[in-house]
């Protein structure tokens, strides 16, 4: 065998491997395609809750008066003088005006409850 012939051998090789590839990725391009379909089928972000069939809504999100940690992460950033970070953390938590999100840590940092 000479070299052209070791070099034919290989471009085979490769093509082969690379073939391969392509058809696994589109395999899974198929897949995720029938999950976004089935998740636009239930409505997507804005109907029945987001959901997609089998997966139920975390129960924070169900109802946000019982969000996980937040209260402590709040009370913690308070505790350390962060009360600007803590209104941020509000605010993305809530998706409370500026405004509001001060008035809320302001009540919290005078002993005001959570909820």
């Known amino acids: 065998m000479d070299n052209t012939d070791?070099?034919?051998?290989?471009?085979?090789?490769?093509v082969l491997l690379l073939m391969l590839s392509v058809f696994r990725l589109k395999?899974?391009?198929t897949e995720l395609e029938s999950q976004l379909a089935q998740r636009d089928a239930y409505g997507g972000p804005a109907g029945a809750g987001g959901r997609m069939a089998g997966?139920?809504?975390?129960?924070?999100?169900?109802?946000p008066e019982i969000a996980p940690d937040l209260e402590r992460r709040l009370h913690l950033l308070l505790a350390?003088?962060?009360k600007i970070q803590a209104i941020k953390v509000m605010?993305?938590?809530?998706?409370?005006?500026?405004?509001?999100?001060?008035?809320f840590i302001d009540n919290l940092e005078q002993g005001g409850t959570f909820r």
């Open 6 to 14: 070791i070099i034919a051998i290989l471009a085979l090789v490769l």
């Open 27 to 29: 395999k899974r391009v």
């Open 55 to 63: 997966i139920p809504t975390p129960l924070f999100v169900q109802n």
């Open 80 to 82: 350390e003088g962060k």
């Open 91 to 103: 605010r993305e938590a809530r998706n409370l005006s500026l405004k509001d999100a001060k008035d």
